[in-house]
């Protein structure tokens, strides 16, 4: 068993409720940040983890989150319009312990390199994704962007995990990884949530992975099961 501590910010969603079970399921000692209104999410958990409350992008709540931890899993999404993802990643950039991993989440819209090659569909949905989001003011592509962009110049033991589309289901095992979308293993852009959570978790140990941002895809998925034995 592992006895390590890892923080999970963004714990009370989807993808960090499947990260907490998977790092418990490891054996590590888990903290989790959410805000206060979502903690009821975390119940399932009463007693196992522990839950620090409060705004993912709040400086004084990472910090005490991440002391002592030798890992981070950080969600970062494009909520409302006051630059949560880069407040978010900035925090965790600042105040994670030297040395720890640090692991982050993102949609396959972010480009380390400006290398990757975007199906037709995927730039239509960032497009309107931006009109809405100027319309609405309750989503912010370029917040996550400046988040990703902050973590890929930071010298700090970090990995972005970019997913491609994702669904519910049962787990199908660890997904298949490339390190541009356009790639053709990343055809059928499809990842169970599971997995994704997976791949998250995994990468905490995964040294192979520092400083990549690598796009992900179901290992079952008709592209994956074409390429994978290519691309070993
Ligand atoms: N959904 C997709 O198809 C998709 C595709 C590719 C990549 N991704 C990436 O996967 C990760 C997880 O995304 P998900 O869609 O599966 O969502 P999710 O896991 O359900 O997580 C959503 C997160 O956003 C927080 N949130 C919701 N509304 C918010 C607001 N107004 N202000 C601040 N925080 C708010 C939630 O916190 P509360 O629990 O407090 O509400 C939760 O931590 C993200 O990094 C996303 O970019 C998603």
Redesign the pocket.
Known sequence: MNSKKICIV?A?????RYMIQQALDRGYEVVGV??E??VS?LEAFKGRITVIPGATNDCQVIKKAVAGCDGVLT???P??VHQ?ATGTAQAVLDYAQPGARLIF????HISRDGQDVYPQSLKRDEKLARWLGRLTHLIDIDD?VEACRRVFVSDTRWTVVR????EEGESQGLPVWSKHVGDPILESNITR?VD?ALFMVAALENDSLIHEAPAIVGCRTPSALAHTSAAQ
């Open positions: 963004g009370s969603g989807k993808l960090g959410c805000r209104r979502s999410k969600v970062l999404v909520w409302g949560y989440s993102c949609g396959w996550q997913g491609s589309d994702l949530r994704y």
